[in-house]
């Protein structure tokens, strides 16, 4: 499944932005599933760095379900340490971020991990307890980035209910006033995702690793949480300044997103199953060009998408005016076809937290009408193909390999969409180098 490590392909790093992941720099000996030697354990015995015992197989029949039961563990485990130190800390803080844990989504990141390492020739007892136990970790910094992204962005919803902070606002003694439950709400949920944190990077700490599979895995880790804080202050940067340029809401989104949700978790996978420099730059290539396009879909969910489905509530980009690919190339092409009632729509709504349903729906329609919508998803696809094409070139899609291509393929997946009324293709008409940055 992939070329076998050798010397001289040890020094090979991955391509920028991710200058730091370095695949393991000499070779040694860890049992894959078939029996046959794979890199990662110093010449040791899996047994002699493992503490868990896991059954592959049963992991594969339902990963998510393998992941959540691993997270009671740890978070059990978590809960009872905090009720040492306080009962109402335990109590009201850490049985929150527990539970705001447990109910997470589709386990993606923590699934990307897991697919990874098999594919990248690993697969011992010893190589999926170190996957998975990372997997809990990626579910738990993944509570530290919502919490904080809510009370940043102010977001009332999340996962169709209330928001951290909200939730806890909401729980306070009728005697506080409006304004003290608010900051009161916002600071422990601040606290809670400083929680999460601690207790995802304590997670990876207690991995068992050899140790310079570990000295792999902790580069990766700490990049992914340096990468993570930077692309959400881009993000909050571009509000502050109104930025609109397509590249750099690209770049925002690669950092934001990409790297965060893709590209890192298929590193650490293969990282873990101690896959050669050439493989692990593939991969994070082919992570890159997907995350960007999860990253641009979950822009176009966030204006056309259903509540309902996507358990937030709609238009929360443009009331914030978030420095969004999708609003950057709207205003791009609005400008470029001198549309000036499209321009004033857009002046009126982006930012514009008193934003009304109808106000929402005048967005839609010009990003229909000036094609930008139809511009993003075309980069979608895009962006898709070429991730795929990157990991066809390090992966035969067969056994766990096609699994993490399925998944991957999903990740960006084109959702269906209403019909477009006044669309216009995204060629139509002249557009600027800014404008067409958003079609390339």
């Known amino acids: 499944m992939l070329r076998r490590t050798r010397a001289k392909d040890q020094h090979a790093a991955a391509p920028s932005p991710a200058p730091r992941l370095v695949a393991p720099a000499r070779p040694a000996v860890r049992r894959r599933r078939d029996g046959r030697a794979a890199a990662g354990t110093d010449g040791a015995d899996p047994a002699d760095v493992a503490s868990v015992s896991v059954d592959p197989d049963l992991v594969d029949a339902d990963v998510p379900a393998a992941i959540g039961r691993a997270l009671e563990q740890v978070l059990a485990d978590r809960l009872t340490r905090a009720g040492v130190l306080d009962a109402e800390f335990a109590g009201e803080l850490g049985e929150r971020v527990a539970r705001f844990t447990k109910e997470g989504g589709k386990r993606t990141r923590s699934q990307l991990v897991w697919w990874s390492m098999p594919a990248c020739g690993g697969g011992d007892e010893a190589t999926a307890a170190a996957a998975l136990q990372i997997g809990v970790a990626l579910e738990l910094i993944q509570t530290c980035a919502l919490v904080h992204d809510d009370v940043m962005d102010g977001s009332a919803l999340r996962r169709g209910r209330p928001a951290f902070h909200t939730e806890v606002r909401d729980g306070c003694d009728g005697g506080t006033s409006p304004g003290r439950a608010a900051r009161f709400g916002a600071a422990a949920a601040v606290l809670a995702g400083d929680l999460a944190l601690a207790s995802a990077d304590d997670v990876v700490a207690d991995t068992a690793l050899d140790p310079w599979t570990a000295s792999v895995v902790r580069e990766v880790w700490s990049d992914m949480r340096t990468e993570m804080v930077a692309g959400q202050f881009l993000d909050l940067r571009g509000q502050l300044s109104a930025s609109r340029s397509p590249s750099q809401a690209l770049r925002a989104a690669q950092l934001k997103s990409a790297l965060y949700s893709v590209v890192r978790p298929l590193a650490l996978g293969a990282a ?42 709609c238009g929360g980009d443009i009331r914030e005016g978030k420095p969004t690919y999708l609003a950057a190339v709207t205003v791009a092409r609005a400008r470029a076809k001198a549309d000036l009632p499209a321009l004033e729509v857009l002046e009126r709504a982006l930012g514009n937290r008193d934003l009304t349903r109808a106000g929402l729906d005048e967005v839609r329609e010009v990003m229909v009408r000036t094609g930008a919508r139809a511009a993003v998803e075309a980069k979608i696809d895009r962006l898709s193909a070429q991730g795929l094409r990157h990991f066809d070139g390090a992966l035969h899609a067969v056994g766990p390999a096609s699994r993490l291509r399925d998944l991957l393929s999903a990740h960006a997946a084109r959702a269906a969409a209403p019909p477009r009324a006044r669309s216009q293709p995204a060629s139509d008409a002249p557009v600027s180098s800014e404008a067409r940055e958003g079609v390339r």
Do not use: I, N
């Open 272 to 313: 873990v199953a101690g896959a050669d420099g050439r493989t692990m730059e593939a991969l994070c290539s082919a992570g890159r060009h997907v995350g960007a396009a999860f990253q641009l879909r979950d822009d176009l969910e966030d204006v056309f998408g259903d509540p309902q489905r996507t358990g937030k509530d």
